[in-house]
């Protein structure tokens, strides 16, 4: 399963600012900031959420963010985590505001135009891969030769689901589709990004429809 993005709206100046003055403020006054209006909104992690969305403005880990707490925030970037403190403030999702989600140990980007891959997904690729290394097996005792597995993915959104077999089967070749090209370019970039885009093709359309003019054979 994955997150069901927000609903679609203008996004207007954040109603939780975080305060300005004429100095600089360090990373930790931000951070100690930001989780009071994350935990005043509801947020289940508001400080995690609030290190998170720092490390993001200014470019660094969440590890290199602890060794630099006593650090002046830029004007800048001040500004900037004052707009994203807001929109989480909303309740819009982390990952849309960070454009990453990590699944499958690998980073992932996503957008508004693709559903957020949530942590239980990953079961699907536990599955996938049992069943695919079964009947593996199977093949290779009756024909002494590995098989050339093909899979496909209907629906592939972000592609993870894809992508992430592709990386565990580099004898696979796979097909992925999905009625909406922005959500296929979102695929695309993650296919390319983890190197799997060669053994990987996209298909746009409702459900089996793109897959009419294919005739090639699926063992998942």
């Known amino acids: 399963m994955q997150d069901k993005p927000p609903e679609t709206r203008a996004l207007r100046t ?3 600012s975080l305060t300005t003055t004429d100095g600089m403020k360090s990373v930790a006054a931000l951070l100690t900031e930001a989780e009071a209006i994350l935990r005043t909104q509801g947020v289940d992690t508001p400080r995690l959420d609030a290190e998170v969305l720092l490390a993001h403005c200014l470019g660094v880990s969440r590890a290199q963010l602890y060794t630099r707490l006593s650090a002046e925030v830029s004007p800048t ?3 900037v985590f004052s707009q994203v403190i807001g929109r989480r403030a909303r309740r819009e999702p982390l990952a849309y505001i960070t454009g990453v989600r990590e699944f499958w ?4 980007h996503v957008t508004p135009d693709v559903l957020i891959p949530r942590p239980e997904t990953e ?3 536990e599955t996938a891969l049992r069943l695919l290394a079964r009947a593996t097996s199977n093949r290779r005792q009756a024909t002494g030769c590995p098989p050339a597995l093909r899979i496909l993915d209907l629906g592939t959104g972000s592609g993870c689901i894809a992508v ?3 990386k565990e ?3 696979a070749e796979l097909w992925a589709s999905d009625s ?3 959500a296929l370019a979102v695929a695309q970039e993650n296919a390319r990004k983890h190197g799997v885009a060669d053994r990987l093709h996209f298909l746009q359309g409702d459900g089996f429809a793109p897959l009419n003019k294919h005739t090639a054979h699926f063992d998942l």
């Not at 140990?105 to 992932?108: I, N, P, T, V």
């Open 14 to 16: 954040p109603p939780f």
């Open 77 to 79: 970037d001040h500004a």
């Open 105 to 108: 140990s690998l980073e992932f």
């Open 123 to 125: 079961l699907v690729v």
């Open 164 to 166: 992430a077999l592709a």
């Open 169 to 171: 089967l580099p004898e």
């Open 180 to 182: 909406s090209a922005a």
